[in-house]
C-alpha cells in the first residue's frame, strides 16, 4: 500500500485524499489564447487613447521618448493585465472564466499577489518574449501540467467547475458501536490517511486482497486503541469502527473549536 500523494492531492483533515483536478495542457492553451487576446485589445485601447490625448493637446514626443513610453505601455499591459485580472478574479483571468479554470497554491488554497506577480513576470519572457514556445513545452512534459511561472511561484490551475466528491467514510458497525464509544483512540494521521486510502479502494480488492488488507489495518490500528476489542471479531469490522469512531469525536472536536471560536468573536 502507498502512503505516499501525488503533488496533484489534497489531504483533509481526518488524512482523506482528494484528486485535485488539475487543468490539462489542450483547455490551458485555450485559455491562454483567449487571455492573450484580451490583453493585446486592451494594449491597442490603450495605445489608441494615448494617441487620442497627445493629438488633444497637441503633444508631439520625440524618436526616444515614444521608444520608452511604448515600453512602458508594453511592460503594463503585459504584466498589469494578467495580474490585476487573477488578483480580483480570485486566480481567474477572463480566460480562465471563459474555461472555468483556477489558478491555486501547490495546497490548493486561493493565489496571493506575491505568487499572481511572481507567475506572470516569468510569463512575460515564457509566453510573450519566447512566443508560448517555453510554456507549451512544460505543460506537456509536467504533472500535474505546470508552465515555468507556475514552478518559480508554487501554483498550478485547477478545473474550478468540477465538483470534488469525498469519498465515503467508514460506517459504524451496530456491534461495535458502545465499545468504540468507550475506547481510547489515538489513531496518527499518517496511518490514518493510509487507512482511509485502502478503504476507498477496498471495492476494487479482490476477497483475499481485501481480507489480507483489513488484518494488516487491523494490526497496525489495534496498538492506537484501548481496550481491545471483543474477540473473534472480524478485522474489517475493527477498522471501520476505529475509522468512524475517530471522524465522529474529531467532527465534535471542530464543532467545539468553532462554537468557542464564534463566541469569543461574533461576526
Given at each position: 500500500?502507498?502512503?505516499?500523494?501525488?503533488?496533484?492531492?489534497?489531504?483533509?483533515?481526518?488524512?482523506?485524499?482528494?484528486?485535485?483536478?488539475?487543468?490539462?495542457?489542450?483547455?490551458?492553451?485555450?485559455?491562454?489564447?483567449?487571455?492573450?487576446?484580451?490583453?493585446?485589445?486592451?494594449?491597442?485601447l490603450?495605445?489608441?487613447?494615448?494617441?487620442?490625448?497627445?493629438?488633444?493637446?497637441?503633444?508631439?514626443?520625440?524618436?526616444?521618448?515614444?521608444?520608452?513610453?511604448?515600453?512602458?505601455?508594453?511592460?503594463?499591459v503585459?504584466?498589469?493585465?494578467?495580474?490585476?485580472?487573477?488578483?480580483?478574479?480570485?486566480?481567474?483571468?477572463?480566460?480562465?472564466?471563459?474555461?472555468?479554470?483556477?489558478?491555486?497554491?501547490?495546497?490548493?488554497?486561493p493565489?496571493?499577489?506575491?505568487?499572481?506577480?511572481?507567475?506572470?513576470?516569468?510569463?512575460?519572457?515564457?509566453?510573450?518574449g519566447?512566443?508560448?514556445?517555453?510554456?507549451?513545452?512544460?505543460?506537456l512534459?509536467?504533472?500535474?501540467?505546470?508552465?515555468?511561472?507556475?514552478?518559480?511561484?508554487?501554483?498550478?490551475?485547477?478545473?474550478?467547475?468540477?465538483?470534488?466528491?469525498?469519498?465515503?467514510?467508514?460506517?459504524?458497525?451496530p456491534t461495535?458501536?458502545?465499545?468504540?464509544?468507550?475506547?481510547?483512540?489515538?489513531?496518527?494521521?499518517?496511518?490514518?490517511?493510509?487507512?482511509?486510502?485502502?478503504?476507498?479502494?477496498?471495492?476494487?480488492?479482490?476477497a483475499?486482497?481485501?481480507?489480507?488488507?483489513?488484518?494488516?489495518?487491523?494490526?497496525?490500528?489495534?496498538?492506537?486503541?484501548?481496550?481491545?476489542?471483543?474477540?473473534?471479531?472480524?478485522?474489517?469490522?475493527?477498522?471501520?469502527?476505529?475509522?468512524?469512531?475517530?471522524?465522529?469525536?474529531?467532527?465534535?472536536?471542530?464543532?467545539?473549536?468553532?462554537?468557542?471560536?464564534?463566541?469569543?468573536?461574533p461576526?
Open positions: 500500500m502507498r502512503t505516499g500523494t501525488r503533488r496533484d492531492d489534497m489531504i483533509t483533515g481526518e488524512g482523506v485524499v482528494v484528486a485535485v483536478p488539475v487543468a490539462g495542457p489542450a483547455i490551458r492553451l485555450l485559455s491562454g489564447l483567449i487571455d492573450a487576446a484580451v490583453t493585446l485589445v486592451v494594449a491597442l490603450l495605445a489608441w487613447f494615448t494617441s487620442w490625448i497627445l493629438s488633444l493637446l497637441d503633444v508631439h514626443l520625440d524618436d526616444a521618448l515614444a521608444a520608452a513610453w511604448g515600453t512602458a505601455l508594453g511592460v503594463l503585459l504584466l498589469g493585465v494578467p495580474v490585476v485580472g487573477e488578483t480580483l478574479g480570485r486566480g481567474r483571468t477572463p480566460g480562465k472564466l471563459v474555461t472555468g479554470l483556477r489558478t491555486v497554491r501547490d495546497d490548493g488554497a493565489v496571493d499577489l506575491r505568487r499572481t506577480l511572481t507567475r506572470h513576470l516569468v510569463g512575460v519572457v515564457e509566453v510573450w519566447l512566443m508560448g514556445s517555453a510554456a507549451v513545452i512544460s505543460l512534459l509536467t504533472r500535474p501540467t505546470r508552465r515555468l511561472g507556475d514552478m518559480a511561484a508554487g501554483t498550478y490551475v485547477a478545473r474550478d467547475r468540477v465538483r470534488l466528491a469525498l469519498p465515503a467514510a467508514a460506517e459504524m458497525p461495535l458501536a458502545d465499545w468504540a464509544a468507550r475506547a481510547d483512540i489515538h489513531v496518527p494521521d499518517d496511518l490514518a490517511m493510509l487507512v482511509r486510502v485502502s478503504l476507498v479502494q477496498r471495492a476494487q480488492f479482490s483475499t486482497t481485501a481480507d489480507r488488507t483489513a488484518h494488516d489495518l487491523a494490526g497496525r490500528l489495534l496498538p492506537c486503541v484501548r481496550p481491545a476489542p471483543p474477540e473473534d471479531t472480524p478485522p474489517a469490522a475493527v477498522v471501520d469502527a476505529i475509522m468512524a469512531e475517530r471522524r465522529r469525536r474529531e467532527t465534535a472536536r471542530l464543532l467545539r473549536r468553532q462554537q468557542r471560536r464564534d463566541r469569543l468573536f461576526r
